[in-house]
C-alpha cells in the first residue's frame, strides 16, 4: 500500500517529520490508505508556497475568463472520475455509494458554477458628488486563503470553498480532515490535470491542532474558512484575530421540522426520514429536532417507528444498504451519552438506543437508529448537535408555541415546517431565525442559493453569488480629471 503525500508547490512530499497516519474504513476498521501526517512546518512551506503564487507567479496575471475555462473544466474532470471519487468517499465515510455520487455530481456542478461566475463580475461605477471625477468599485481576491474542510462531507464540503475562491483568484491552503483525506488527495490530482500554476493550489494532511492551527495564526495567510463545531471554531476566530484575518464558519446547527396539522405530514413522514438518516445523521442541516402538533403527535410517532424499524444497516458498498456506520470510535460513543443522558433527562425511547446486534456489523462503528419522545426544550439533546442517527419529538399546543420552542437554540443554520395555509407559511418563514428555512420540504440546498447560518451556526456565506463575494475584497478607486488648487495652507 503506497504512502500517500501531501502537495506543496506543485510537488508530492512527504511530511517534514516523516510522520504517517492509517486511514480505516469506518464499516470494518480495515486499514485502506496510509498518508502523509503533516504538522506546523508543513503548512508554514504550504502558506509560503501559496504566498509566492500570488504575488509572484502568473496567477495573479491570468485573466478571469481563463481562470473560469480551467475551473470548469475541473468540474468536468470530476464528473468524469465520480466512480472513483464516489467509492473512495464511501469507503472512507461510510456513507451508501449512492449518497456518494450524489455528492460527485454536485461537486462537478458547483465548479461549473464558479467557473461560469468567475468573469461575470464587472466593477461598478458609482455617483461621485465631484464635478470631473469618477468613482468606481472593483472586487479583487482576498489573498492566501487557509481552508480547514470536516470529515462528514469531505470533498463536497472542499468544493463549496475551493471553487469560489478559484474563481476570485485566490491561493488555496487546503487541509481535509485528518481521517478523510481521500478524496481530497484524488481531487488534487485532477486539477493537476487542469494545469492551475505551481502554489495555487496547496494540499496539507494533518490534524487540527498543528496544520489548522497555523493556517488560523499565520500573518501570511489573509482568509481563513472553516467548517466544523462551534468551539473549534471560537478557537479559530481568536488565532485569526493575530492579523485580524477575514474569517468564513459553517459550525453546524439544531434544526427544528415542524409538522402543523394542517400539513401534508403523511408526506413529511418520508422527508423526515431522510433529514435524519442520511450518512446516520452526520450533516450540519439534519432535522432530528421534531415538532408535532399535539393533535397529530401519536399517529406521526406511530409512522416513524415503524418505518424507522425497517432501515437496513450495512457496508456503503453494497446497493441495499440504506444507513452506514458513523465515522468513528469516538463519534459512536458520543451518540450513546447523547441518547442515555436524554434517557436519564426523562425521554422514552421507542426505538433504537443501541449498537445493532447483527454479527455482520459488529466490527464497525454502527448505531442503530434511534427515535426518541417525550422530550423538552430543555434536555441536553434538544439544545446539541448530537450528528447521529437520532430522531427527538417534542409536542406543542399552537402556532407561537412552535416558533419560541424552534428559535430557542443557540444555533440558526436551518429549519422546515409542513402548512397549507398561505398565511401560517408567510408568519412562521418570517419568524424562524435561521439562514434557511424549507417549506413543505427539508434538507435541500443547491449551488446557486446561499448557505450559512445565525447566532452560533457561523460567520458568512456559502454557495451562489455570496459565496464568491467571501472570498473577495471591495477596493474603491477615486479619480479626479481635472484637479484644481484649494489654496488652503501656506496662503
Not at 148 to 173: D, E, H, R, S
Not at 220 to 233: C, H, K, R
Amino acid at each position: 500500500m503506497d504512502l500517500l503525500h501531501q502537495f506543496i508547490n506543485g510537488q508530492w512530499v512527504p511530511a517534514k517529520s516523516g510522520a504517517q497516519r492509517s486511514i480505516q474504513n469506518p464499516f470494518d476498521q480495515k486499514v485502506i490508505a496510509h498518508v502523509a501526517e503533516g504538522d506546523r512546518e508543513d503548512a508554514k512551506a504550504a502558506i509560503k508556497s501559496a504566498q509566492n503564487a500570488f504575488y509572484q507567479v502568473e496567477w495573479s496575471k491570468i485573466s478571469a475568463t481563463e481562470r473560469g475555462k480551467m475551473i470548469y473544466e475541473l468540474g468536468n474532470l470530476i464528473e468524469a472520475h465520480k466512480e472513483k471519487l464516489a467509492e473512495l468517499e464511501t469507503l472512507n465515510t461510510g456513507k451508501t455509494y449512492t449518497e456518494s455520487l450524489w455528492d460527485m455530481d454536485d461537486i462537478a456542478g458547483i465548479f461549473r458554477y464558479y467557473g461560469g461566475l468567475a468573469d461575470k463580475q464587472a466593477g461598478e461605477v458609482i455617483a461621485s458628488p465631484n464635478p470631473n471625477t469618477q468613482s468606481r468599485l472593483e472586487r479583487e481576491p482576498v489573498g492566501v486563503v487557509g481552508m480547514i474542510c470536516p470529515w462528514n462531507y469531505p470533498l463536497l464540503q472542499a468544493a463549496w470553498k475551493i471553487a469560489p475562491a478559484l474563481a476570485a483568484g485566490c491561493t488555496l491552503v487546503i487541509k481535509p480532515s485528518e481521517i478523510t483525506p481521500l478524496t481530497t488527495i484524488e481531487w488534487t490530482r485532477l486539477a493537476m490535470q487542469v494545469g492551475f500554476p505551481p502554489g495555487v493550489i496547496n494540499t496539507v494532511l494533518g490534524p487540527g491542532h498543528s496544520v489548522g492551527a497555523e493556517l488560523a495564526e499565520n500573518h501570511s495567510v489573509d482568509m481563513i474558512s472553516f467548517t466544523g463545531g462551534v468551539l473549534t471554531g471560537k478557537k479559530i476566530m481568536q488565532a485569526a484575530a493575530g492579523n485580524v484575518k477575514k474569517v468564513a464558519l459553517e459550525l453546524g446547527g439544531k434544526n427544528p421540522h415542524i409538522l402543523f396539522e394542517d400539513g401534508d405530514w403523511q408526506t413529511a413522514i418520508d422527508f423526515i426520514l431522510n433529514g435524519v438518516f442520511f450518512h446516520a445523521g452526520q450533516i450540519c442541516s439534519a432535522g432530528t429536532r421534531l415538532l408535532v402538533a399535539s393533535g397529530i403527535h401519536d399517529q406521526v410517532v406511530s409512522l416513524l417507528e415503524q418505518r424507522i424499524r425497517n432501515i437496513r444497516l450495512g457496508n456503503g458498498m453494497d446497493e441495499k444498504t440504506q444507513m452506514g456506520p458513523l465515522i468513528s470510535a469516538d463519534q459512536l460513543q458520543k451518540v450513546e451519552n447523547h441518547v442515555q443522558t436524554a434517557v436519564q433527562e426523562g425521554a422514552k425511547l421507542l426505538v433504537g438506543g443501541e449498537r445493532p446486534e447483527d454479527p455482520g456489523l459488529r466490527e464497525g462503528f454502527f448505531y442503530a437508529p434511534t427515535l426518541l419522545v417525550g422530550c423538552e426544550e430543555d434536555m441536553r439533546i434538544v439544545q446539541e448537535e448530537v450528528f447521529g442517527p437520532v430522531v427527538h419529538v417534542e409536542k406543542f399546543e399552537t402556532e407561537e408555541e412552535a416558533i419560541e420552542k424552534s428559535n430557542n437554540t443557540i444555533y440558526g443554520l436551518s429549519g422546515g415546517f409542513w402548512s397549507r395555509d398561505p398565511e401560517r407559511i408567510d408568519r412562521v418563514s418570517k419568524a424562524l431565525r435561521f439562514g434557511t428555512v424549507w417549506v413543505n420540504d427539508f434538507n435541500v440546498y443547491f449551488t446557486q442559493a446561499p448557505w450559512g447560518g445565525y447566532k452560533q451556526s457561523g460567520l458568512g456565506r456559502e454557495l451562489g453569488h455570496t459565496g464568491l463575494e467571501e472570498f473577495q475584497e471591495i477596493k474603491h478607486i477615486y479619480q479626479n480629471f481635472n484637479p484644481q488648487p484649494i489654496n488652503w495652507f501656506g496662503k
